[in-house]
């Protein structure tokens, strides 16, 4: 069964700092873009971070210079360092990949981790 399988998530004061692991499993034979999407209570579910095969990255306006994502590929396994957060930055957290199972890529959602950061 190929799943996605997120952890580090928890409660955190404004300004500390979380990383959030995915961690992808199951018969795979190839992974292309990895990445972070976030939804907050009556939100639309946005993008956050986002990171190809090659390692280039983007981000959100409004994470860029606090957040950092990251892959290891040996391990399937794309990481976001979460920094100075601020109490907006609260949602559940989900992570998304493309995974070749077979003769194509299709994607995948991860169970999501709630990030909550008071003030």
């Known amino acids: 069964q190929v799943q996605l399988v997120e952890s580090g998530g928890g409660l955190v004061q404004a300004g500390g700092s979380l990383r959030l692991s995915c961690a992808a499993s199951?018969?795979?034979?190839?992974?292309?873009?990895m990445g972070w999407y976030r939804q907050a209570p009556g939100k639309q579910r946005e993008l956050v971070a986002a990171?190809?095969?090659?390692?280039?990255?983007n981000y959100t306006d409004s994470v860029k210079g606090r957040f950092t994502i990251s892959r290891d590929n040996a391990k399937n396994t794309v990481y976001l360092q979460m920094n100075s957060l601020k109490p907006e930055d609260t949602a559940v957290y989900y992570c998304?990949?493309?995974?070749?199972?077979?003769?194509?890529?299709?994607?995948?959602w991860g169970q999501g981790t709630q990030v909550t950061v008071s003030s």
């Open positions: 990171i190809t095969s090659g390692g280039s990255t």
């Open positions: 199951g018969r795979i034979f190839s992974i292309n873009g």
């Open positions: 998304n990949a493309d995974l070749g199972t077979g003769k194509y890529l299709s994607p995948y």
